[in-house]
């Protein structure tokens, strides 16, 4: 009876622990989990998404994206929603990487911060483009984009 009352506890409290996660907006991420991302980056992974505005964007006639990829790529489209394993990239920083889609707003904001300090020193790049809608899953040729300094990407998350 007792190894039973402690069972139900424990599903309760994991049962509270899962509704207040699923609250917060997505998943979380740790210190590990946001050097296992950015090192996908500094090993040749590419990351394209967009930016969805605040209100009503289904009334969109434009959509921003933000494409993160190391310096130097000769890639003159992307997938919009792609996720690219580099050579030095692991299967596990793909996978949080994806995560990223799932995680809080905090999260996020976080982990382009994190990025942003890091253009500097190891030569990511940040480029906004602006297209019509597409499918999520369709190329997205960049035939004109502004490629972000440092600041350009932290304005973009006043």
């Given at each position: ?44 992974g590419t ?99 502004v490629r ?11």
């Amino acid at each position: 009876m007792r190894r039973r009352a402690l069972v139900v506890l424990a599903l309760a409290v994991l049962a509270l622990w899962a509704q207040s996660t699923v609250a917060e907006g997505g998943k979380t991420f740790s210190e590990q989990d946001f050097e296992v991302v950015l090192g996908f980056f500094s090993g040749g992974g590419t990351w394209t998404f967009r930016l969805a505005p605040p209100t009503a964007p289904e009334k969109e006639t434009t959509w921003k994206v933000l494409v993160l990829r190391p310096s130097g790529s000769t890639k003159t489209s992307f997938q919009l929603g792609a996720t690219e394993l580099g050579p030095k990239s692991t299967i596990a920083s793909a996978q949080k990487v994806l995560d990223l889609y799932s995680a809080d707003r905090a999260t996020i904001v976080e982990f382009l911060r994190r990025y942003a300090d890091r253009i500097d020193k190891t030569g990511f790049e940040a480029q906004l483009v602006a297209m019509p809608p597409v499918k999520q899953g369709a190329r997205v040729p960049i035939k004109a984009a502004v490629r972000l300094t440092k600041q350009g990407l932290l304005d973009l998350l006043k």
